[in-house]
């Protein structure tokens, strides 16, 4: 019992504190300057519309939390098996590396549209926009703690006759675990983004995600409504980082007892 208070304390009553706050803040503000609703609706306003809404934004929720899982489950088994690739050779590392570097500096905004034309708008369209976005991540950190091996450990391998497979499934990629981790959660949070980014440009009728219901809402100055999507959203996001921060941490937690 002190154990779950002590945890309570440490880990979320700060930000329990620090979104109170903030949420005061904001609800003095709009009434002290007498803000109009369609500019910055009062936190009351916004739980009203949440409410009201409930039913849309939770299909909203469902929707886009299917395409950014998906987006970011192919991400980690491509990105995966990509750094695997660069790990056996520095000349096709070299050669392909720049590629993978173009995923993360192209503007989404710039090729969405073209994804849209090619592959039309609907489900695959947003996993594909999300699966892009997420998949450097995974890449660079995997890559990274591929090559970060112990030498010592590497000598050994070749003193035992131990094929590149042999290697990389015994020394390469137990050691890239951590690595593997980093790179998943920073990836699930993006996969998020590029989910509703992807609702953009392809986002359903009838079917609608966050992503087409804040582009939807944004136009009508509907911002209480805004506002509960874009929190929506965010949820989103903290829930599929915080399944990934822990299903990581039982590995990590499995894998250094095993260690051990």
């Known amino acids: 019992m002190r154990t779950l208070f002590r945890w309570f304390v440490t880990y979320i ?11 005061i803040l904001w609800h003095f503000a709009t009434v002290i300057f007498d803000i109009k609703r369609y500019i910055l609706p009062g936190p009351l306003l916004v739980a009203e519309a949440g409410v009201k809404n409930l039913g849309e934004l939770w299909n909203g929720f469902l929707m886009t939390g299917a395409e950014a899982i998906v987006g970011f489950a192919a991400s980690l088994c491509v990105g995966t098996l990509v750094a695997c690739l660069f ?8 050669s392909l590396f720049p590629y993978a570097i173009f995923l993360q500096t192209v503007p989404i905004v710039a090729i ?7 592959f039309g708008t609907g489900f695959q369209s947003v996993v594909l926009v999300s699966f892009i976005i997420s998949l450097f991540p995974i890449i660079t950190n995997a890559t990274a703690g591929l090559l970060q091996v112990d030498p010592d450990l590497l000598d050994l391998f070749r003193l035992n006759n131990a094929t590149r497979w042999q290697t990389l499934l015994k020394l390469r990629l137990p050691s890239a675990v ?9 990836a699930s949070g993006v996969a998020v983004i ?4 992807g609702e953009f440009f392809a986002g359903y009728v009838s079917r609608k995600g966050l992503g087409y219901l804040i582009l939807q809402t944004a136009p009508q100055l509907k911002t209480d409504k805004l506002f509960a999507t874009v929190i929506a959203s965010t949820i989103l ?4 980082f915080a399944l ?6 039982l ?4 894998w250094y007892d095993g260690e051990a």
């Open 194 to 197: 590029g989910a509703i980014v």
């Open 178 to 186: 951590p690595s593997i981790i980093t790179g998943a959660r920073i």
């Open 251 to 254: 590995i990590l937690n499995r």
């Open 112 to 118: 969405a549209p073209l994804i849209v034309i090619w």
């Open 13 to 23: 009553l700060p930000p329990l504190g620090a979104f109170f706050t903030v949420v």
């Open 237 to 240: 996001g903290l829930t599929i």
């Open 244 to 249: 990934v921060s822990l299903i990581g941490n």
């Open 87 to 94: 790990s056996q050779s520095p000349v096709i590392r070299r």
